[in-house]
């Protein structure tokens, strides 16, 4: 009988894993330079057509062993990527990860715990309840008056919004039917979740330049009478489209008027918390019930890094589920965690360790400075497309979200200008609508990006653009 192949776990595991991770890192460089730019040449279709050529039959009779295949597909795969540590891949909030935090995750998928029960994750377990309570205390400081906020790991802002839908719904259901109130520049997350809950479809409230309007929203309140705490309002703390952050504190003042709930979706903004240059821009977000917070955005971890955090631990109480081969009662009052209700998944990955690592690595004044770093890259080239005649800029920048078009140009010319810089392979640039127009959107991660890259960005942009 053959020996069976290598485990990456057990005091053996780091010893098979090296070559292999020479293989990979061989291959991610060797990728690099076949695709040479921020993305792969020729579209779809010739993309789709390198990556078959180049892996063959991915299901052979005998296999190729591991050096083989590893080689063969990283490198396949990393000809193909859009690489976010690319200066000109600035479309989406698709962060370039940190090196610690991947070597990190490396551990995390070695040792392969899973958040579901005690005995298969101890010390992960600790560290989880380590990290989440001193996020949460960074989003709802511990106040003489209220409990000690809690906070869940989660897959990013998406699974935190619903489950800020899911946990207003239960906190109302004595009381009478949730209504949703979002803005017109809430994430659709929001509104697929009331559909996914069975919720009524969420009353949209106006967001003129992309911000909620506090007027617009107390009328939507007095207009929609509800007793205390069937209503949820939404408010966003850096929107996917501009990175602009709604009036928090005012948002909130009207939310206690009314008697409603509050829910931030900061899964963009609420890294500002670490800069201290910065953090005045999130004030009132510790007054909001909920709050949804990644760290694969402004946070530079590998996906996935979510969090939703809870000023009161009993709204956590809906997540509650019994399930006797993973918390049974006897195994709960002994002392073993209960895990099931940390989480709507129940095999999880430990994807708090890479968190952990990077926190402790770089401190509040280390990722505050990465925060600082992209936002003031973002104003400089802001600067730069002000001062520039070929180019109109949608307005200053609130977080390291950029708008722009060039000058006079057509609606559907910003759009083929964007595809055909993808297609060719020379920068990956996202798209936006505001005030009716359509505008080309730079979203800068990459704490590594110099003034150089942005002027070449704006010369690609203005050698694509039709005359």
């Known amino acids: 009988m053959s020996t069976p192949p290598p485990l990456a776990g057990g005091t053996r595991g780091p010893h098979h894993l090296r070559p292999l991770l020479d293989a ?29 050529e180049a892996t063959g039959d991915l299901l052979p009779a005998h296999g190729t062993g591991a050096d083989t295949a590893l080689r063969t597909l990283v490198t396949a795969l990393a000809a193909g990527a859009a690489d976010p540590a690319d200066p000109l891949c600035a479309a989406h909030l ?8 991947t070597a990190a995750d490396l551990a995390a998928s070695a ?28 989003l709802h400081p511990k106040s003489p008056e209220g409990p000690e906020g809690d906070a869940l790991i989660t897959t990013g802002g998406t699974e935190s919004n619903q489950l800020a ?25 929001l509104t697929r979740a009331a559909w996914l809950l069975g919720l009524p479809e969420p009353v949209t409230v106006p967001a003129p330049a992309g911000i909620l309007d506090p007027a617009a929203l107390d009328e939507a309140l007095t207009e929609l009478p509800s007793a205390p705490g069937t209503v949820l309002v939404t408010a966003t703390a850096g929107t996917t489209d501009a990175g602009l952050i709604d009036p928090l504190d005012d ?11 509050l829910h931030i979706d900061a899964a963009y903004g609420g890294a500002l918390l670490f800069s201290d240059r910065r953090r005045h821009l999130l004030t009132g977000i510790e007054r909001a019930d909920t709050v949804a917070l990644d760290l694969h955005k402004l946070g530079w971890q590998p996906a996935a890094a979510g969090l939703f955090a809870v000023r009161d631990p009993a709204d956590l109480d809906a997540l509650s589920h019994r399930a006797d081969y993973l918390n049974a009662d006897d195994d709960t009052e002994a002392g073993l965690p209960d895990l099931l209700g940390r989480s709507l998944r129940t095999t999880r990955r430990p994807d708090v360790l890479k968190i952990a ?5 770089l401190g509040r004044d280390g990722l505050g400075t990465l925060v600082d770093q992209v936002c003031d890259q973002a104003s400089h080239l802001a600067a730069a497309l002000d001062a520039h005649p070929g180019f109109e800029l949608y307005d200053q920048p609130t977080l390291s979200t950029v708008l722009f078009r060039p000058a006079h140009a057509a609606d559907r010319h910003i759009a083929d200008v964007r595809r055909r810089l993808l297609t060719e392979g020379h920068a990956v640039l996202g798209r936006a609508q505001a005030d009716g127009r359509r505008w080309l959107k730079a979203t800068l991660l990459n ?21």
């Open 165 to 189: 839908l899911l946990t207003a719904r239960e906190r109302s259901a004595h009381h009478g039917p949730l209504r949703v109130l979002v803005g017109a520049n809430a994430h659709h997350s």
């Open 357 to 361: 690592v990077t926190l402790k690595a």
């Open 24 to 52: 990979v890192l061989d291959a991610l460089t060797e990728g690099a330079a076949d695709r040479g730019g921020p993305l792969p040449s020729g579209g779809p279709d010739a993309v789709a057509a390198r990556v078959r």
């Open 447 to 467: 704490p590594h990006t110099t003034p150089a890259d942005l002027t070449n960005l704006l010369k690609l942009v203005e050698g694509t653009t039709p005359r």
């Open 251 to 261: 948002i909130a003042d009207l939310c206690a008027t009314h008697g409603a709930r």
């Open 94 to 101: 698709h962060c370039p990860p940190l090196a610690v935090a």
């Open 111 to 138: 040792l392969n715990p899973s958040l579901d029960s005690w005995d298969q994750a101890p010390a992960a377990t600790a560290l989880e309840a380590l990290v989440t309570r001193a996020l949460a205390a960074e």
